[in-house]
């Protein structure tokens, strides 16, 4: 009975930190790394790279802990699943992990460099603000939601002081991710009109579609940077022109399909970051 009690609480704290993101944070800061200097310098600095992985991992862990501690009451009828409604944990404990993952993510960020520690620091300051104050206020969240995904580009750049592309990365990722954000809160519309403020809701379907085409067009502009700046090789290119003429595409077809919108934008995403990846290794 202990025993199946214990895997019980086990099978809890790894569906709370939601395992999978965890792994799929620090892959995307393994990436960044490498993309933002060589694979050479990646094996020369793998400390702070592998350090920059569990930070990432404990981050994005704690994060989740954090969600479902604070939605706790929610999710009894939104997600019952979760293992807070279904009493594989307690709030108790969910809320122990994030600080006890919080406070890994500081403690390891300072061994690896002060523009780590800073962008761990203010991503906390991030994530708190969304979860006490701004996951109900559309756009703002929709901004820090954006944040903490380009954050885990600048850390993994952080890792190999290759900052110069690393906030080119993050640049594109951040305003690829509002476009995507405010194309679910549109898809999502119905949905949200007894929960949160969002921006669809307070602008109109339309005109907040304008402002998620106006990022995806930013994240197009800025995309030819790196190759211009000679920071990547040709090779960059043609897997660019891919991935902005998906991104271009998403900004378009989204009035009338938003929810085959965000999930071509997550295609141009994955298309981008290829070509990242080419660009800095070929």
Request: contains cysteine; proline residues 3%.
């Amino acid at each position: 009975m202990a025993s199946a009690r214990a895997y019980g609480v086990l099978t809890g704290c790894i569906s709370t930190i939601r395992f999978g993101n965890c792994a799929m944070a620090a892959f995307a800061g393994l990436l960044a790394a490498v993309i933002c200097s060589s694979v050479e310098t990646v094996v020369e600095s793998a400390f702070d790279v592998l350090a920059s992985m569990v930070i990432l991992a404990a981050f994005v862990g704690a994060g989740n802990s954090m969600n479902d501690y604070f939605d706790r009451e929610l999710d009894r009828t939104a997600h019952p699943s979760r293992p807070i409604p279904r009493g594989l944990i307690s709030p108790r404990t969910a809320l122990m992990m994030a600080t006890v993952l919080f406070a890994v993510s500081i403690g390891l960020s300072l061994t690896v460099g002060v523009v780590a520690f800073v962008i761990v620091v203010t991503s906390l300051g991030v994530i708190l603000a969304y979860e006490l104050l701004l996951k109900s206020e559309g756009l703002v969240g929709n901004l820090a939601i954006s944040w903490l995904t380009a954050a885990l580009f600048l850390f993994g750049g952080a890792a190999v002081d290759g900052m110069e592309l690393a906030w080119i990365l993050a640049a594109l990722a951040f305003f690829a991710t509002l476009g995507r954000e405010i194309v679910k809160d549109i898809q999502d519309l119905e949905g949200d009109a007894q929960s949160r403020k969002t921006l669809p809701m307070r602008l109109g379907r339309r005109n907040a579609g304008i402002v998620a085409s106006t990022a995806l067009s930013a994240a197009v502009i800025l995309s030819p940077a790196p190759y211009l700046l000679s920071l990547l090789s040709v090779w960059y290119v043609p897997f660019l022109a891919v991935a902005d003429t998906v991104f271009i595409y998403s900004a378009m077809i989204h009035f009338a399909a938003p929810e085959q919108g965000q999930k071509t934008i997550k295609i141009a995403m994955l298309f981008a970051l290829v070509a990242f990846l080419v660009g800095g290794i070929a």
